[in-house]
């Protein structure tokens, strides 16, 4: 995975790739400007030294050139200057770089005059190097100015996220009062926290006032229950009735308090040191009822004995609802079930998943595409958060010749 850039890092990037780019550019007008510069200034100098030697010479002169510079016209011109085009060059002869000007004069006479000296190729070197320095040092201070604005500017933002993370974005905070984007994002952070806690707890009251008036009624059907199984002796027909009603009311105690349980957070539980293989047995025999009437054979093959730590109440719901779900949705086959030291497999030949719905398979109140198909899509969102509150992973896997295969993976 990439390493992400800080916000600091990218702010000096910033002014120094803008101190970069303001560099460059006007060191590309510097430098054309020179040029032509050169150009038109030693050009027509050379010019009109030659076009002066030519007129003096006319007069029966011998006119002193300036220092440096020579003009040659007709054969006298250099071998290795008389293949010039016209007009102006810079010709390195012998490790000198020499200004020349191939022209025609006045009277129609091919010359070159040559700049020996390069006076102006002096300035242009110390412009060049000035102008080299002037980069480094605008690049330097940019980089300077970059980091010390970039504090300036994180200060705030880093004092917001450490109040957040420290959950003291209160009326006391000094970010709420800001007027500037700080201030606003503050105020968005503290009122969507507000936000957020509030509705926790109201899930937590609503499930904790749920689970409380629930109790009450469920003691109350498990006590007719009972009084129910002591009285049918004389009808045993009605045995697996109340049997069933019994066991009902037991799993329905159980889910509450497990959702009693996934309603607090996973800090504020004990989780103590579970052993899977008779909770995974118990869940198995709690199933069974589930398949009477079909051609469906429930299989615990070889267990081997988990220990995770978890609360057995949820843990129980979770392999609850994958076998019951297994067992509710595969009509003829088997529903196997294999657990190991680090994960527990539950496997069908039912119809499967389609892919329409895999991509969002533990999301709340998703179904198949199946009309037969019944529930609120409920359970699979169920056990995959009670997986995430246990640190488990779940996930569904193809299974060969057809069917569904869901991994419980407990942490090592």
């Not at 850039?5 to 780019?21: K, M």
């Not at 069974?288 to 609360?311: F, H, S």
Request: neutral net charge; hydrophobic residues 45%.
């Amino acid at each position: 995975m990439a390493r992400e850039i800080s916000l600091r890092r990218r702010i000096v990037a910033a002014y120094t790739l803008l101190a970069v780019a303001v560099c460059l550019f006007f060191a590309m007008v510097v430098y054309f400007t020179v040029r032509e510069t050169e150009k038109n200034l030693v050009e027509r100098r050379l010019a009109s030294i030659a076009e002066w030697q030519f007129a003096r010479k006319l007069q029966g002169g011998n006119p002193e050139l300036p220092p440096g510079i020579r003009v040659f016209a007709g054969a006298d011109i250099p071998a290795e200057l008389s293949q010039l085009p016209s007009g102006f060059h810079d010709v390195t002869v012998a490790t000198r770089t020499l200004d020349v000007l191939s022209s025609t004069s006045s009277r129609g006479e091919r010359y070159v005059a040559v700049d020996e000296i390069g006076a102006f190729r002096k300035i242009e070197r110390e412009v060049v190097g000035a102008l080299g320095l002037g980069i480094f040092l605008s690049i330097a201070l940019a980089v300077a100015l970059g980091r010390l604005t970039a504090g300036r500017v994180v200060a705030p933002l880093t004092e917001l996220a450490g109040a957040v993370e420290r959950d003291e974005l209160d009326e006391r905070s000094r970010a709420l009062t800001l007027n500037d984007e700080i201030g606003v994002l503050a105020r968005t952070f503290a009122s969507r926290t507000t936000q957020l806690q509030q509705f926790l707890l109201r899930e937590r009251l609503f499930t904790g006032d749920v689970s409380h008036e629930l109790r009450t009624p469920l003691t109350v059907i498990l006590g007719a229950a009972e009084v129910l199984a002591a009285r049918v002796g004389d009808h045993p027909e009605l045995a697996p009735v109340v049997e069933r009603i019994h066991r009902t009311v037991l799993d329905t105690a159980d889910r509450v308090a497990a959702l009693l349980l996934l309603s607090r957070s996973p800090e504020a539980l004990d989780a103590p040191r579970l052993g899977l293989l008779a909770l995974v047995e118990r869940e198995v025999e709690r199933c069974r009822p589930l398949l009477v009437g079909k051609p469906v054979e429930l299989i615990l093959r070889d267990p081997e004995e988990a220990w995770v730590y978890a609360r057995p109440e949820l843990a129980g719901m979770a392999i609850g609802n994958l076998l019951r779900n297994a067992c509710h949705y595969t009509e003829r086959g088997e529903v196997a079930v294999l657990l190991t030291g680090s994960s527990l497999v539950i496997e069908d030949t039912g119809p499967g998943l389609p892919s329409s719905v895999r991509a969002q398979l533990f999301d709340r109140f998703v179904r198949g595409e199946r009309e037969s198909q019944s529930g609120a899509g409920l359970g699979l969102a169920i056990v995959k958060r009670i997986s995430e509150h246990l640190a488990w992973d779940v996930r569904l896997e193809d299974r060969p010749g057809g069917g569904s295969r869901f991994v419980l993976l407990f942490p090592k």
